[in-house]
Nanobody, 122 residues
Framework: EVQLVESGGDLVQAGGSLRLSCVAS????????IGWFRQAPGKEREGVSC????????YYADSVKGRFTISSDNAKNTVNLQMNSLKPEDTAVYYC???????????????WGNGTLVTVSS
């Protein structure tokens, strides 16, 4: 069974940092890219960042470039998203998904997790 489990969401003040983790199981990890997307209440889903686990290429949405860093630990089947200089507009549920990266930081995914909530207070 394919599983993607996100963790690390929390309430943080603007300017703060969080690290999200996505642990994958049930498939060959480096056969897929893993990416993060987010959805805020009343807003459309937005691609955040993506990494091709087989070669380490990374992609970011313009809104997070220079603030977020995605990394893959293939030995642990884990993808991390380090989020720095957080802004209130980063508030959303963050999901990780497996699939194919887009050059805009999104992911065309076929499986995703249940999400983890990030709340950034002003």
């Amino acid at each position: 069974e394919v599983q993607l489990v996100e963790s690390g969401g929390d309430l943080v003040q603007a300017g703060g940092s969080l690290r999200l983790s996505c642990v994958a199981s049930g498939f060959t990890f480096d056969d897929y890219a893993i990416g993060w997307f987010r959805q805020a209440p009343g807003k459309e889903r937005e691609g955040v960042s993506c990494v091709t686990t087989y070669d380490g290429s990374t992609y970011y949405a313009d809104s997070v470039k220079g603030r977020f860093t995605i990394s893959s630990d293939n030995a642990k089947n884990t993808v991390n998203l380090q989020m720095n200089s957080l802004k209130p507009e980063d508030t959303a549920v963050y999901y990780c998904a497996r699939g194919d990266c887009t050059i805009y930081g999104g992911i065309e995914g076929d499986q995703w997790g249940n999400g983890t909530l990030v709340t950034v207070s002003s």
